[in-house]
C-alpha cells in the first residue's frame, strides 16, 4: 500500500537443479530397486488368503503403482528435456533399464497375479499404471549414457597417454647419464696411463747412481 517507487518484492527464482540430483538421485535408484524386490515378495501364496493379508497387498501393490507413475513422470520431464537442465546421463540410462526391466513388468505381474484374488473381497487393482514412458523416450535415455561414455573413454585415453610421457621422460634423463659419463671416464683412463711416468724417472736415477759406483771402483783399482 506504501508508494515504495514500484519495485517489485518478488526474488529471482533459483535456477533449478539437475533431476539427477533430486528426484531421480541414484540413492533413489537404490531405494526403489529395494522396494520393488519386497513389494514383490509380498505376493498372496496358496492358503494365505484372507481380509487382513488381501488389504495389505492391495496397499503394497497400489504403491508400487503410485511408483511406476513417478518414475515415468520424472523421466519424461528429463528426456523430454535433452538432458538440457545438467542430468547425468549414466543415471538417467539406469533409471530407464530399471523402468523398462524390471520395475514396470513386475508391478504388472503382480497386480495381474494379485487382482482375482482381491475381487472376492470387493477390492480392485487398477490396471494401468497412470503416467508411462514411451519406447523412443527410453532409447534416446539409453543412447545418451552410451554417448557419454564413450566421452568417458576417450579422456581416460588422453590420460593414460600423458601419464606415459610422463614416465618415459625419466627414463630419457637417466639413457643420456652414461652419455655424459663416458669422457670423465675417458679422463680418468688417461690419468691411469700417466701413473708409470714417475717410476721410469726413478729407475732412471737409481741406474745413474749405480755406474757412480762402479766408477769409484774402478778408480782405487788403478
Known amino acids: ?16 537443479k539437475p533431476l539427477t540430483s533430486t528426484s531421480l538421485r541414484p540413492e533413489h ?3 526403489a530397486q529395494m522396494i520393488l524386490k519386497a513389494g514383490c515378495a509380498c505376493a498372496l501364496r496358496d492358503g494365505e488368503e484372507c481380509e487382513n493379508t488381501a488389504f495389505c497387498v492391495e496397499r503394497v501393490a497400489a504403491d508400487l503403482a503410485g511408483l511406476v507413475g513417478a518414475v515415468a513422470t520424472a523421466l519424461n520431464r528429463v528426456l523430454k ?3 538440457r537442465d545438467g542430468s547425468d546421463p549414466a543415471v538417467v540410462a539406469r533409471w530407464c533399464e530399471f523402468y523398462s526391466d524390471e520395475l514396470l513388468p513386475q508391478t ?3 497386480i495381474k497375479k494379485t487382482s482375482p484374488r482381491l ?5 480392485f487393482l487398477p490396471s494401468r499404471m497412470g503416467a508411462s514412458v514411451s519406447q523412443e523416450l527410453l532409447k534416446r535415455g539409453l543412447k545418451g549414457a552410451e554417448a557419454a561414455k564413450e566421452e568417458e573413454e576417450e579422456e581416460g585415453a588422453e590420460s593414460e597417454g600423458e601419464e606415459e610421457e610422463e614416465a618415459e621422460s625419466p627414463a630419457a634423463a637417466e ?3 652414461p652419455e655424459e659419463a663416458a669422457p670423465a671416464k675417458k679422463v680418468a683412463e688417461k690419468k691411469e696411463v700417466r701413473k708409470p711416468e714417475p717410476v721410469q724417472e726413478e729407475e732412471e736415477e737409481y741406474d745413474e747412481y749405480e755406474y757412480e759406483e762402479e766408477e769409484y771402483y774402478d778408480d782405487e783399482d788403478a
Open 108 to 110: 504388472k505381474g503382480l
Open 175 to 177: 639413457a643420456e647419464q
Open 81 to 83: 528435456d535433452d538432458g
Open 119 to 123: 475381487d472376492a473381497y470387493g477390492l
Open 29 to 31: 535408484l537404490e531405494a
Open 1 to 16: 500500500s506504501g508508494g515504495g517507487g514500484g519495485k517489485s518484492s518478488r526474488r529471482p527464482a533459483p535456477p533449478k
